[in-house]
């Protein structure tokens, strides 16, 4: 607030400092992470000086998280939630150990073209079905100050190595499995190579 006596030129003083992005301009950013007040001092031309206060006060968002029942591993430096099976497909649970927030918004995106998960209530070991493959998953919650916040997870399901040639699987090997195949040399009594594959676990 500047006095009505006042003569310009002013100068102006923001404390304390911490999370302005400079101090000594009239409207500086703020970036503070907890409630605090700061005083602003404006100083005029003559030495004059007058104070006000502002409170900024921050309210802690959620952080966007969420746990499963099944293995969750890191994978190229994403947290991937993976499991392994001989079915076509795969139920998967998630759950945010946060909970629900009041006047919040909870959305998943699960990354398979199917509906996404859009409720005021935090997933509670809410299912979603997976085919063979990876996908990547993204949650976010909107609160009620519109501030946002986002996870990304990818999803692995994968079928476990079969044996024999009738039955090959896939190419989707879970860890810890290995699969080694190796070429016998040709067979000349028998006329006929032979092929032969084992699992090694590790």
């Known amino acids: 607030m500047v006095p009505r006596t006042a003569q310009p030129p002013y100068s102006y003083s923001w404390s304390p400092a911490t999370g302005l992005s400079n101090?000594?301009?009239?409207?500086?950013?703020?970036?503070?992470?907890?409630?605090?007040?700061?005083?602003?001092?404006?100083?005029?031309?003559?030495?004059?000086?007058?104070?006000?206060?502002?409170?900024?006060?921050?309210?802690?968002?959620?952080?966007?998280?969420?746990?499963?029942?099944?293995?969750?591993?890191?994978?190229?430096?994403?947290?991937t939630f993976y499991q392994c099976g001989s079915t076509p497909t795969v139920p998967f649970n998630f759950t945010d150990p946060g909970g629900t927030t009041a006047g919040s918004t909870y959305q998943i995106?699960?990354?398979?073209?199917?509906?996404?998960?859009?409720?005021?209530?935090?997933?509670?070991?809410?299912?979603?079905?997976?085919?063979?493959?990876?996908?990547?998953?993204?949650?976010?919650?909107?609160?009620?100050?519109?501030?946002?916040?986002?996870?990304?997870?990818q999803v692995f399901f994968g079928s476990n190595p079969a044996v024999g040639l009738g039955n090959p699987g896939n190419t989707n090997v879970c860890a810890p499995d290995l699969a080694h195949l190796s070429h016998h040399r040709h067979d000349q009594q028998r006329g006929r190579n032979h092929l032969h594959g084992e699992l090694q676990r590790r």
């Open 109 to 153: 995106s699960w990354g398979n073209a199917t509906p996404n998960y859009s409720a005021n209530t935090a997933p509670n070991t809410t299912v979603h079905i997976y085919g063979q493959g990876i996908y990547t998953l993204t949650y976010t919650i909107t609160d009620a100050n519109n501030c946002v916040s986002t996870a990304t997870y």
């Open 23 to 79: 101090p000594n301009v009239v409207n500086p950013a703020c970036s503070v992470t907890t409630t605090t007040t700061y005083t602003l001092t404006v100083t005029d031309a003559n030495g004059c000086t007058d104070t006000d206060q502002m409170n900024v006060t921050v309210t802690p968002s959620s952080v966007a998280t969420l746990i499963s029942s099944v293995a969750l591993v890191n994978f190229n430096g994403v947290p």
